[in-house]
């Protein structure tokens, strides 16, 4: 994350995920893909992915995430992964991990 932070890199969201007892794998959510990858190229950070995934962000009403799920499986969009946070104050955020060949259907969907 120093480096990413080093680099000029903004996030607007990331994940960690133990690998095992002294891995982590981070999946990062950068405001500006195209200098994340320009960056880390330039500094040899190794990058693994893409792997598509969408933020969904808005306002936190009952039903919300119920309401992206029906919409996804109308289109016929499978989502494998999904993590949801809400800030205590009426919005949420949402990781939606859906497979690449259903990426670009999913963000249509969605309005993205």
Known sequence: MTQLTELGI???????????????QLRIFPDDPQKLLLETKRSGIILDGPHPAILVQGDDKMGALEEIHNKLFLA?????????????????????YVRLEEFERAMETLGQ
């Not at 607007?12 to 095992?20: D, E, K, R, S």
């Not at 946070?85 to 949402?94: H, N, Q």
């Open 10 to 24: 903004d996030q607007v969201a990331f994940v960690a995920i133990p690998t095992g007892p002294v891995n982590t």
């Open 76 to 96: 016929n969009v499978n989502v494998y992964a999904s993590m949801g946070v809400t800030d205590g104050k009426g919005d949420f955020g949402y990781i939606i």
